[in-house]
């Protein structure tokens, strides 16, 4: 559910909690800043929410970049280490 659809949704809601009987005013008053008080904390959380997947979402970037960077390096070092024609210790041929 988008945050308007939300909000008209809310807002429908109070209105009819508004149009109550007056009979219990306080109980429909209380009723109504909780409401509200609950769709701000769910706004809040979805926020941090949303925060925290952007934060996962740059550090899995990060986490990659690392990895193909370690792989080229591997790759090059490799290529290097075939290339030397004595890459093993030496073994005397003197006996």
Known sequence: MDERK???TLDELLGEI???P???GTGRDALTHETR???EKLKQSVTN???SMDHLRLSI???LFDLEATRRENAYLRSML???PDAGPSESSEE
């Open 6 to 8: 939300l909000q008209t």
């Open 18 to 20: 508004g149009s109550l």
């Open 22 to 24: 007056q009979s219990d």
């Open 37 to 39: 008080e609950h769709h």
């Open 49 to 51: 929410l949303q925060g």
């Open 61 to 63: 970037k990060y986490l």
């Open 82 to 84: 075939e290339e030397e």
